[in-house]
């Protein structure tokens, strides 16, 4: 993406958020249209795929704080006016004409200008290239970061798993290795920048360096292109890894593996996987932090006489006292057997107990319950009684 891209595309309409909007609210919107769009959802729809890539494009722009505050700076800088466009097409600053192509070059350079940040372009109007006189060099582009979603088990969440995944994605090309050569053959030092990557371009008073339009920015050329990748280093395939998931990992939660996403172009570094977790939830378990819960049932007479209580673990079973006399809702605690964190320490099993009262009895347990009615105490209810003799 080149910078000039920044200017013309507003990220912000692409995935249908406000500039104020917080990283949570990007997030939520790149998902959702995502999921609208995703090829595997809208297949032979080139206009799905077109937003889907927009989309992409623009979510990994806005998700990084520091590409996010310099794309703001630049639509900031040339929509307030500091750069205007001509008749010609072209612009002027301080009076002086230039053309906005020539300072991005046109020839797909990524978001650096050049390789250099977006406040050294102005360094460089004064010095004839980057701050300190030279052009620095800028190497293969780094590849795009890629996202995917995995549904976990709720017990190999808190447990841990390892499972593969499949992803259709660019990969490295195998034939030429990535650097986008024939085999036998080598990507050359370009000889217009002299592997720089970038030149540096007169403007009457000014100077501006740009993006080497032989070689695109990355500092070679290939000669003799690989047949496989036509000389971009990358093709698309299926490509089967092993993830780890560690124990405790969370619903919602995003796991990057560092260089797994799309290869960079000709050899280029490549981006990242970002790997977003859903949790499926148990038929017995929830989860709080780091501590599993569990609704027990209990009946009355368990209740008020006290038992012991078999109760499952996601790794066996342990026996809970209930005391004598346990209202409806106390809550037990199992230590230890919950979710163990990365210091080995583990959370705990909380349960909840839930007094069951039955709905039919027979004649002798009704009988049996009228009799203890007789002899338990009543409910200590003076206080209620006392406002009912007020307000009646």
């Not at 995703?38 to 520091?66: C, I, M, Q, W």
């Not at 406040?119 to 460089?124: A, G, T």
């Not at 701050?131 to 808190?158: C, K, M, Y």
């Amino acid at each position: 993406m080149s910078s000039k891209d920044w200017i013309e595309k507003d990220f912000y309409a692409v995935l249908g958020v406000d500039k104020a909007a917080s990283a949570d609210d990007i997030k939520k919107a790149y998902r959702k249209v995502a999921r609208e769009s995703h090829p595997d959802h809208n297949p032979g729809d080139p206009k799905a795929e077109e937003r889907f890539k927009a989309a992409s494009e623009a979510y990994n722009v806005l998700s990084d704080t520091g590409r996010r505050r310099e794309y703001d700076e630049m639509r900031s800088l040339f929509g307030s006016g500091a750069f205007r466009r001509n008749a010609r097409g072209g612009g002027q600053a301080g009076g002086t004409p230039f053309d906005v192509s020539d300072m991005f070059g046109g020839g797909g350079g990524d978001r650096r200008f050049g390789g250099t940040g977006f406040q050294d372009l102005f360094s460089s109007i004064f010095t004839g290239g980057q701050a300190g006189g030279q052009a620095a060099p800028r190497g293969p582009a780094r590849g795009r970061d890629v996202e995917t979603e995995v549904a976990l088990d709720f017990s190999d969440a808190v447990r841990g798993v390892t499972l593969p995944l499949t992803l259709r994605a660019p990969g490295v090309c195998e034939t030429c290795h990535g650097n986008g050569a024939k085999p036998g053959t080598q990507p050359q030092t370009c000889p217009v920048c002299h592997g720089a990557g970038v030149t540096t371009r007169n403007q009457g008073s000014f100077s501006f360096s740009e993006p080497c339009r032989n070689c695109q920015g990355v500092g070679t050329v290939v000669e003799e292109k690989c047949p496989e990748c036509h000389g971009s280093g990358g093709v698309t395939k299926t490509r089967t890894m092993n993830v780890r998931f560690p124990a405790g990992v969370a619903d919602g939660q995003r796991i990057r593996l560092a260089g797994r996403g799309e290869p960079g172009e000709r050899g280029g570094p490549a981006g990242d996987l970002f790997v977003h977790v859903k949790v499926r939830p148990d038929e017995l378990f929830g989860r709080t932090g780091d501590d599993l819960t569990l609704t027990v049932p209990v009946t009355f007479a368990e209740a008020v006489l006290g038992t012991d209580l078999r109760v499952p673990t996601l790794d066996g079973a342990v026996t809970l006292r209930v005391p004598p006399g346990t209202p409806s809702g106390r809550v037990l605690r199992a230590r230890g057997k919950g979710v163990v964190r990365r210091d080995g320490q583990a959370g705990d099993l909380l349960v909840t107990l839930d007094v069951v009262v039955p709905a039919r009895l027979s004649d002798e347990a009704r009988t049996a319950l009228e009799a203890f009615a007789e002899q338990s105490p009543p409910a200590a209810r003076e206080h209620l009684d006392a406002r009912v003799r007020r307000v009646g």
